[in-house]
């Protein structure tokens, strides 16, 4: 019998209400392993993402004989083994999906000195690695990718790496925390400039730690051959996967939603800034800080959304929100344009692409750019869309059924399972006519 990956089947309309708590927050999650891993003595985790990418990188650092108990209901207890204690493993790492896992592994592999084979999913194995690779070979290390530059890496064992000053040319967080990883072995210091501010929950995490990094407005230094000594965390709800529920009230008349202990960094909020420049009705109230991170409560009622150019300061901000943005720009009267978003292109899929391909299902004009999208702005018909296995595209397009005039089928969606555990279930339970289907 051949299966079919699951669908969601959206039934159009409702109202999106109530008071929820989303799953943990993902990038927290990983930089919690893995630096407790690499810590002395005992980390505690609350709030953990029992999702699949950040569970792929908790299995890693077990296969490097770090003993860690859970997660069970978020509670995961590791069990540092200190910064020079990692053992290589005994056969390659499979990290599935997870571009965070695989980009931050190679960087911390190639700063311990360990001999590792890095591998993904189809879409993590054609995703660009040389955006790593290239600074950590400028410090020394020896990764081997694939003849195109990608996965598998495979990661080999050499001397100690030299700190290096590195210009990204890209604003990626990935990238930079990478780098603060190689160095917290390297000889000397390790910089790093970033063209535009990204999520800043590495330097963050490393403070809390215990471990000095320099932060100047658009650079982090810190030197090797520091220790890093534990340190509780308690991750808060993943603002990305507040985002869709943000929309969905914005878009849906008569929507009245409170996501609650939901992180608020300044460097994650670009959805709420473009939301709010769209006229949506949100307040939030930071609560208190956990950790080094604030957190507060979300409140998203309806009100009319106009059509917007997306200022380019904004992009790293919300970079993982677009999926769900273009769903409110397609129930928005007007136009939105994004520019100076290119990045958006080597995600999890294509996401400038799948997503005017969705929206043209539904009947929303859509022109791609190189760096971006127009949408104008309409009333979404219904129909079948192809997620392409991307986790936000997927519960993008289930959202949009709150907009729709029909019922909209998403196909693919098996991944929404790597970030957002119960999305279905808290989706229902908000308003969402959703189903699973097979
Ligand atoms: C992440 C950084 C972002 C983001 C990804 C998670 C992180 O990627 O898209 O989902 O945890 O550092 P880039 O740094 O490549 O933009």
Sequence with gaps: MIHSPPAFH????????GNLRVPGDKSISHRAIMLGALADGVTHISGFLEGEDSLATLAAFRRMGVDIQGPEAGRVVVNGVGVDGLKAPDGPLYVGNSGTSMRLLAGLLAGAGLEATLTGDASLSVRPMKRVLTPLFAMGARIEPSPEGTAPLHIRPGGALTGIHYDMPVASAQVKSALLLAGLWARGETCVTEPAPTRDHTERMLAGFGYEVRQEPSRRCLRGGGRLRACPVEVPGDISSAAFFMVGAAIAPGSDVTIRHVGLNPTRLGVINILRAMGADIETTETRLVGGEPVGEVRVRYRPLQGIA?????????IDEFPALFIAAACARGITRLSGAAELRVKESDRIQVMADGLAVLGI??????????IEGGEPGGG?????????IAMAFAMAALGAREAITVRDVANVATSFPGFVGLAAGAGLAIAEAS
């Design 310 to 318: 997306i200022p380019v300061d904004q992009v790293p901000l919300a």
């Design 384 to 392: 079948t869309v192809d997620s392409h296995g991307d986790h936000r």
């Design 10 to 17: 959206v039934e159009p309309g409702g109202v999106l209400r």
């Design 365 to 374: 004009a859509a022109e791609t750019t190189p760096d971006g999208l127009i």
